[in-house]
């Protein structure tokens, strides 16, 4: 199998190198072994209640005191993210539990027609590459976020035509790791077009809300030996702002 950065992309090495995370499971600030034994989910759900966007809160722990799930139930106003960041300190700060985000499920009630989220950090493509193994093709997408990274992967033909729908295929994926709320994303189409003088690349996803579905377009100037690059960008152009309006993360 040969390996080779796409166009104006610089290659990502190992995809899965420092995707594998440990989970920490029941931490002790004092670092007594008894303090697991003393504590109380329930004291733990109305310390999180008394955040200002948390209504309702349900802490899960095995006998030994160790958490496995966190649900919580918000208002809008603010980002799942932040609101998870939130859960994360009053545990740590007040009984010296470290939370894996991965814990905390947020779902967000509520609202006037008025509300818009919080804009917050959006997702920037860091790499694109591509591996062609005989008559198939691996495409990786890179995006991160603040301080997250995620690697989205699509497999398929070599053909040209079907080359930018993986690269927006692996943008879509890599999306899903950053945001809980894409995976009601799905590729539609994705090509480079001609306007006047310049080459753009235009995708349209599929948001699937059921009952309803809707399509949204998305586009990005390609910058010279960048067609893989601006692809991804334009799924982001089409994702970022409809994706702040799905309110439920986990």
Known sequence: MSSEPWPGGAATGDPL???VEVVPSHVAASGRDDVAEDFDPIDLEREICRLPDVSIARVVAEPDGRVTEVHVVATPGKRPKQIVRDIQSVALASFGIELDRRLVSVVQLGGSAGYRPEPGPRPSVVAVTAEANGLRSLVRVTLTRDDEEAVGFAEGSIATTARHRLVA?????????????AECVDVDHAEIVRVGSLDVAVVTVVFVLPPAEQIVSGSAVVRPQQE?????????????RRLAFVNVAG
């Open 17 to 19: 190198a420092g995707d």
């Open 169 to 181: 295929a692996a943008t879509v994926d890599a999306l899903r790791q950053l945001e809980p709320a």
């Open 228 to 240: 893989g690059h601006a692809v991804a960008r334009a799924v982001l152009d089409a994702t970022n």
